[in-house]
């Protein structure tokens, strides 16, 4: 006799969950009011990011392939908004039985897989087409769109849409001197799209408020699961785990981002997957600056944990003020408000409270999307990186706290909020207090 095989339950709807994006994320009016305002007529984007945000399509290989280098080119024109194409590398057509996206034009063009060896045969894109669909309308569009190369294939939706003597952007200069479009007026769209993508979407928020809730659960599973005698890279693999069974994941080379130096450094240090391993022991203050992604979107977001302690005197007033410092700058980030003024705000919380050396705390900033620095900073000049650039309204914006110390004085506490007229409001729910078990 041999036992019964026990019945296997398929969750369906777990792929629309964890793998499935929506039909159009981009934000498709303010791309078309900014390319009006900068006079572009056309926008070929070949930037893995933003690909993704204009078609809700990504490479099978994923990040196998990096952000210069993709597997596919969305072009648009200002003047035909409804026929947006998509010049994709024919391994990838299945994909599109499956998600959904706005853009029906869908152009495939040949790729490594071809066999060289052999003589031409026209319906070999036949072998990256489900067998269920072969015999479809779509299959066919697909036969006779195909082109033997991205470049070819570019070209012609250049021309198809209008753009062959227009001010076209691109956020990929290489693929512009490849396709030699001489009578295109050749202007930047890698700014172009940091200013579109920086104000999300309904559909981006609901995925990063997801990634959140991710980041938040793995990260108290990991706080909740430490013993005695667990190191610094015991909590690494605890926390991938963590993500990994609620659907995130954890990219290289390390899932946290600031060091915590077992013998205490004021300096603030990053490659924290460097760091030699060490025990985690009470007492010590545990910063936590956790990275991931949900759905190619990233999570920003961590706090401090004071190892089995936190009710002395010196860490609750620590922790009160970066509290209250956090909160008070959440309540300012209106439009318009720079990030000086945020940082100023946050600094006189800490002298209010009597922390020593406030001048030595570090508040910085960032948007948060598809990437960690959604923003267009200014193209020229030598300080383009210390531009005391201004909030914008529905941005994701990511506010870091920093004081250095010892083991016992270091603080770390970061937010990420949506930007509304009134200030802006967390998406995580774990409040500004310290992470306990």
């Not at 056309?42 to 990040?63: D, E, I, K, R």
């Not at 506010?399 to 930007?419: C, K, M, N, P, Q």
């Amino acid at each position: 006799m041999t036992d019964a095989i026990p019945a296997i339950r398929l969750d369906h709807a777990r792929t629309e969950r964890e793998s499935l994006l929506p039909e159009r994320l981009c934000n498709l009016e303010r791309l078309l009011a900014t390319m009006e305002a900068r006079d572009i007529d056309g926008l070929v984007s070949y930037y893995v990011p933003n690909v993704l945000y204009l078609s809700s399509f990504y490479a099978a290989g994923g990040h196998a392939h990096l952000e210069a280098n993709g597997l596919a080119a969305f072009v648009f024109s200002r003047h035909h908004p409804d026929h947006p194409i998509l010049v994709v590398q024919d391994t990838e057509l299945a994909f599109f039985r499956h998600q959904p996206s706005w853009v029906s034009d869908i152009r495939p063009f040949s790729s490594l897989v071809r066999q060289l060896d052999l003589p031409d045969d026209p319906d070999f894109i036949d072998n990256f087409l489900p067998g269920d669909a072969l015999n479809t309308d779509w299959a066919r569009r697909m036969r006779e769109n195909l082109t033997p190369s991205l470049v070819l294939g570019v070209r012609k939706a250049v021309g198809d849409l209008g753009l062959s003597h227009a001010r076209v952007a691109f956020d990929n200069p290489r693929l512009a001197r490849q396709l030699r479009l001489d009578d295109v007026e050749e202007v930047d769209g890698y700014g172009l799209m940091k200013h579109v993508r920086l104000v999300k979407t309904p559909q981006e928020l609901e995925i990063l408020k997801t990634a959140a809730d991710i980041n938040q659960r793995a990260l108290q599973a990991t706080v909740d699961s430490w013993t005695r005698g667990m190191t610094w890279r015991d909590l690494a693999r605890e926390y991938a785990r963590n993500v990994t069974a609620r659907s995130g994941l954890c990219r290289d080379p390390y899932p946290f981002v600031v060091s915590n130096p077992p013998h205490g450094d004021p300096a603030f240090l990053v490659h924290a997957g460097l760091d030699p391993d060490y025990a985690i022991e009470p007492g010590m203050r545990i910063m936590f600056d956790c990275h991931g992604t949900f759905k190619e979107y990233g999570w920003d977001g961590g706090k401090t944990w004071i190892v089995d302690g936190g009710d002395d005197p010196a860490s609750v007033r620590t922790a009160n003020a970066f509290s209250e410092a956090l909160q008070e700058m959440e309540a300012r980030m209106v439009p318009g408000t720079k990030i000086s003024e945020l940082q100023g705000t946050a600094r006189a919380v800490l002298r209010r409270h009597g922390l020593a050396d406030p001048e030595r705390a570090l508040f910085f900033f960032h948007g948060v999307g598809l990437e960690h620095g959604e923003i267009e900073l200014p193209a020229e000049g030598e300080n383009q990186r210390l531009a005391d650039w201004s909030v914008t309204e529905g941005m994701v914006i990511s506010t870091h706290l920093y004081y250095g110390g010892s083991v016992r004085e270091r603080y770390w506490l970061e937010d990420v909020a949506i930007v509304h007229d009134d200030g802006a409001r967390s998406i995580y729910d774990w409040g500004f207090q310290p992470l306990t078990r």
